[in-house]
T-cell receptor, first 114, second 116 residues
């Protein structure tokens, strides 16, 4: 069974631009969660989607948004990029909610904002 | 809201030695507790988790962790470390009651180096 895939793996953007990251969960998994990982802040929860509905969200500004499609694939978007948005963005999928079901993480998308 | 602390930023152990990584959490109710490992260039992998029941939890790769409610701790242990265990280890806590901003919260991580 294929693991969680994230595209692109690396991305360089300029301040003020927007970016869309994609996550394809493991087949059969209905929940997708997004995390931001930085050296200073560590791993921070962004949001979780289940069956196309946002179930929970972390403490991030409205510039960060996401969605989930009927095939469970998910995208996250960051508008008006700031230097501080440079991070590794991780996506995790699970059969059900991320508390009761094991999360499987993708390799991440490394975003650099210049 | 829940929080997680990992007091040790970096630990170095000799191969074959025992290992204990510390984790302390703050949460009012019974927490969901996790340990994840992140090897260089790889994604996070779940080592073990605790929801309820036996406070000593066995995980993959020979790891175990013990939940101690009185100390608000969930320390990770391994009796004999292998060179391949060198990685970043994250403790995480989850809320059992769904709120807008409580979810699986990760600690800052402990970097483990293994010397031959």
């Amino acid at each position: 069974k294929a693991g969680v895939t994230q595209t692109p793996r690396y991305l360089i953007k300029t301040r003020g631009q927007q970016v869309t990251l994609s996550c394809s969960p493991i087949s059969g998994h209905r929940s997708v969660s997004w995390y931001q990982q930085t050296p200073g802040q560590g791993l921070q929860f962004l949001f979780e989607y289940f069956s196309e509905t946002q179930r929970n969200k972390g403490n991030f500004p409205g510039r960060f948004s996401g969605r989930q499609f009927s095939n469970s694939r998910s995208e996250m978007n960051v508008s008006t990029l700031e230097l501080g948005d440079s991070a590794l963005y991780l996506c995790a999928s699970s059969l059900g909610d991320s508390l009761n079901y094991e999360q499987y993480f993708g390799p991440g998308t490394r975003l650099t904002v210049t | 809201a829940q929080s997680v602390t990992q007091p040790d930023i970096h630990i170095t152990v000799s191969e074959g030695a025992s290992l204990e990584l510390r984790c302390n959490y703050s949460y009012g109710a019974t927490p969901y507790l996790f340990w994840y490992v992140q090897s260089p260039g790889q994604g996070l992998q779940l080592l073990l988790k605790y929801f309820s029941g036996d406070t000593l939890v066995q995980g993959i790769k020979g790891f175990e962790a013990e939940f101690k409610r009185s100390q608000s701790s969930f320390n990770l242990r391994k009796p004999s470390v292998h060179w391949s265990d060198a990685a970043e280890y994250f403790c995480a806590v989850g809320a059992s009651v769904k709120t807008s901003y409580d979810k699986v919260i990760f600690g800052p991580g402990t970097s483990l180096s293994v010397i031959p």
